[in-house]
């Protein structure tokens, strides 16, 4: 089955822009671009439930991307199937540069886990684990207006 972008991003349960996002960060292939017929299929559909899977077990998209890389499709829907089974584990802050960006906000959980977005060199947007949907539906719609302006390297 084949699906167009906005069928994809409801079957999986994501928005449009993070399905691109995703192809971005490489976290899922490219559709081979068709114009207003680019189509997305059956490892597109398996990819965004694992990662919303993983996510949901408080992985970083860093992790999830190795956990993914060279996995076929049923391996794939396997770890979307089991994925939210495994108990969560705790990961160091995002490195920053000095102790004190590195060091958790007062009053944070123990184990308060973050993404990090890289907008341009020297520029982060960094984003909660658990935020609500709103929020990172934000963090997404800065990171894609904004990466693009200053490729990494420019100053």
Known sequence: MTYKLDELAEEA????????????????????????????GREHLARLRAIK???????????????????GVDEIERIARTATAAPPRATAPCPGP????????????????????????????????DAPERSRRIALEVQSRYATLAPKGSR
């Open 13 to 40: 349960g994501v928005a449009p822009r993070t399905v691109r996002y995703y192809v971005q960060r490489g976290l899922l292939p490219a559709p081979e671009f068709r114009g207003k017929d680019t189509s997305y």
């Open 53 to 71: 899977a993983l996510q949901q077990a408080h992985l970083p998209l860093e992790e999830i991307q190795a956990r993914l890389a060279g996995a």
């Open 98 to 129: 000095g102790d004190a960006a590195a060091a958790p906000r007062a009053g944070a959980p123990r184990g308060e886990r973050w993404e990090r977005i890289e907008l341009a060199d020297g520029v982060e947007l960094h984003v909660r684990s």
